[in-house]
Nanobody, 124 residues
């Protein structure tokens, strides 16, 4: 069963950068598409939104319009990790970020298995 652990969250100033990591512990990691989801402050966990996804072989990525050109998703299947580089973070980028995995497609409306999340706080 796919298990995911996020890390790399923390406090960052507006305009700053963070790199989030998502580590897996399954031998078939490359069978899974990995997505990043964002739960904004004040929103319920059911309202978290998909913002980036990368296919199992790393050849295709998909981004929400709100993060295009500022966030980059990548993966290292040998290390069983997925990364998310976030640049020029602004207040709307605060919240909890979850990584999640599923087989098939990068359909954010599909059924995903989520990690526990990592908190990002943006303050000067």
């Amino acid at each position: 069963q796919l298990q995911l652990v996020e890390s790399g969250g923390g406090l960052v100033q507006p305009g700053g950068s963070l790199r989030l990591s998502c580590a897996a512990s399954i031998s078939t990691f490359d069978f899974y598409n990995i997505g990043w989801f964002h739960q904004a402050p004040g929103k319920e966990i059911e309202e978290r939104a998909g913002v980036a996804c990368i296919t199992g072989n790393g050849e295709s990525t998909n981004y929400a319009d709100s993060v295009k050109d500022r966030f980059t998703i990548s993966r290292d299947n040998a290390k069983k990790k997925v990364y998310r580089q976030m640049d020029n973070l602004q207040a709307e980028g605060a919240g909890v970020y979850f990584c999640a995995g599923r087989q098939g497609s990068c359909d954010w409306r599909g059924v995903w298995g989520f990690g526990q999340g990592t908190q990002v706080t943006i303050a000067s």
